[in-house]
Antibody, heavy 119, light 107 residues
Framework: EVQLLESGGGLVQPGGSLRLSCAAS????????MSWVRQAPGKGLEWVSA????????YYADSVKGRFTISRDNSKNTLYLQMNSLRAEDTAVYFC????????????WGQGALVTVSS | DIQMTQSPSSLSASVGDVVTITCRAS??????LNWYQRKPGKAPKLLIY???SLQSGVPSRFSGSGSGTDFTLTISSLQPEDFATYLC?????????FGQGTKVEIK
């Protein structure tokens, strides 16, 4: 059974940093691209970032480019999102999602981690 | 960015009803359209990918159709467990974008 479990969410002040983790199990982690998708309060889902199976290629939404870094440790079956220079508008539930093989859809999602940016 | 517009934003239906939800893209996306189900406190669930392919394990009462800019999700006989919010997503171009959702409520 595929499982994705996010951790690392919490309250952080504007300008601060936070690192989210997503522990994956139930599939060959290194074979699949992984993504982060977020949902701000009262808003729709927004794709944030993606990384290839090897970790060699990364993609970012314009809204987070230069501030967020996606990475993965295939030896630990874990996906990360390092978030720096956080802003109030980054407040959201962040979902870890597994991409279908060589596809742009997400066949499994985690339950989400809440990140609140507030002073 | 490609804008995805769903209609209606919400609907009320009864068990056994046929439910149809529409998703329109602001530009052509071929068949790169996916549908998800969301329930409160639960992870989103993929229902349909590539416009009309049923994800493994998803009941056959769910179906998708369309190509280009106009797409439809149909639930052929609404079941109690289907009351949820349904979202479309385009995976044609980056950034991938989602519709705002259609909430299916009990009549």
């Amino acid at each position: 059974e595929v499982q994705l479990l996010e951790s690392g969410g919490g309250l952080v002040q504007p300008g601060g940093s936070l690192r989210l983790s997503c522990a994956a199990s139930g599939f060959t982690f290194s074979s699949y691209a992984m993504s982060w998708v977020r949902q701000a309060p009262g808003k729709g889902l927004e794709w944030v970032s993606a990384v290839s199976g090897s970790g060699g290629t990364t993609y970012y939404a314009d809204s987070v480019k230069g501030r967020f870094t996606i990475s993965r440790d295939n030896s630990k079956n874990t996906l990360y999102l390092q978030m720096n220079s956080l802003r109030a508008e980054d407040t959201a539930v962040y979902f870890c999602a597994k991409n279908g093989y060589n596809t742009g859809w997400y066949d499994y999602w985690g339950q989400g981690a809440l990140v609140t940016v507030s002073s | 960015d490609i804008q995805m517009t769903q209609s209606p934003s919400s609907l009320s239906a009864s068990v056994g009803d046929v439910v149809t939800i529409t998703c329109r893209a602001s530009q052509t996306i071929s068949s790169y359209l996916n549908w998800y189900q969301r329930k409160p406190g639960k992870a989103p669930k993929l229902l349909i990918y590539a416009a009309s392919s049923l994800q493994s394990g998803v009941p056959s009462r769910f179906s998708g159709s369309g190509s280009g800019t106009d797409f439809t999700l149909t639930i052929s006989s609404l079941q109690p467990e289907d009351f949820a919010t349904y979202l479309c997503q385009q995976s044609y171009s980056s950034p991938q974008t989602f519709g705002q959702g259609t909430k299916v409520e009990i009549k």
